[in-house]
């Protein structure tokens, strides 16, 4: 039987990126319906996602695991109640459509009686209709579609959500609360202490049914009419709900908060991955790309971009180069683990335009590539952008001081393509070299969208090579990183 389906359900049932079946109907290759898909054009478009390749669910985890090597997700089943529920629920839908199969099939067979009375009556019309009906009769049920089948496993191991106003879909997987799953997905709802106790994450579901997540404190406090508290709660069915999520850093506040030194990490000879852990019940809200100020006691005082994503657990990290300044040479000398560090912020517009289904080039240099790598996080996780294309750029052999998290991307992202650059002079040249190996001719790159990180000199280095090829100066976003 054909079926409608929203582009996110589909994509997780064919293996495929969100951007891969945008790119197809933007072609023409695959019609839309009130933006869903039918199942039957699915198929057509890949006939290898049946059933005898029941590895739909294991690439897809596959994927991802691969790509976020050092990420330590929950992969399992939800706890039996909510499996229990979600077995119900689709029995309840299956004796429904049996229930009316049945009355359509008493309909039909009145209606096959009914005929063969009128043409043993010399009825032409009726004869031929009869005639039809028996034949259509005896052709049998057609074959069950393999993507029907899949999608009813899908709907038991995980809950799909839709948020309302924004349209956003996600997937609620194993036991993790909603708030988790929509912000691994990359969406920016609103959140505070994650642990049920400040309240922000309230939203209204609007439809399906939600329980509380085993464990969770404060869980058994009954939710008032402002909503259910996200973090708290699981999806037992699939969910529709209202919260207002963040479209630009205007919607994010600015917040005053204490982090610890987690992890120091020297990946280079001059470069740092510095982890800051804060306070379960007080992460920072931020987009991926924003900067904060970090101070270490009142005179180390200075600005960084974030190199994580919201999308991902485990606190901030930011990406240190040994400068001639007193805060950078206490990070790399007198740092310890356990360090207190005040963070403020998040401030800055280097933010991922969501919404955009555009394929995106990022351009960064040196340390640059921190806000960058932020970007990249969340646009793999928002999995929206038809392709990405990554060039960074170093002074020295060996400078990429993250190229194997690079290349691990490349490896398991079909739409994802590195470019490890060591110009010797100027950018420029290199960066036209690899537009054109990007097969981008001017008209293409209109359609692009390019965050570009570096800088200053790096910036207005690279800015000209892009809009002379064709980028259209409104789809450019630049962040400085001294
Ligand atoms: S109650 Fe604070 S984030 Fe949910």
Known sequence: MDRFLTLTRAARLVGVPRGALQK???????ATFEGLVRSDDLLRLYPEARLEDNSVFERFARIKDEAYTRRVRERVLPDASVLAARVTALSREQAELRAQLSRYRSLVDVLEQRLRERASGADAAAAELHAWLRRELRAGAPAVAPLAVEDGVLRIIAAHVRVQPSGHEFFVEGNESILAAALRTGLALPYGCTDGSCGRCRARVVAGDVRAVDGGADASRPEGRDGVRLCLHTAVTDVVLESPEARGPADIERQHLVGWVRSMKRVAED??????????????????????TLALGERLIRDYPI??????????????????DAFSAHLFDGLRYGDVVSVVGPEGRFVLRAESANPVLFLAWDTGFAPVKGLIEQAMALDAAEAMHLWWGVRTEGGHYLHNLCRAWADAFDNFTYTPAVPSGAPGP??????????????ALAAYDAYVAGPAWFLEAVAPELIARGLAPSQLYAGVVD
Do not use: D, Y
């Open 24 to 30: 197809r109907i933007k072609t023409g290759e695959l």
């Open 271 to 292: 470069v740092m991955l510095l982890g800051l852990q804060t306070a379960p019940a007080n992460r920072l809200r931020f987009l991926a790309g924003q900067s904060v």
């Open 307 to 324: 190199a994580s994503c919201p999308c991902e657990e485990g606190g901030l990290q930011f990406h240190v180069r040994r400068g001639t």
């Open 430 to 443: 290199g960066v036209r070299k690899w537009l054109a190996s990007l097969g981008t001719e001017a008209a």
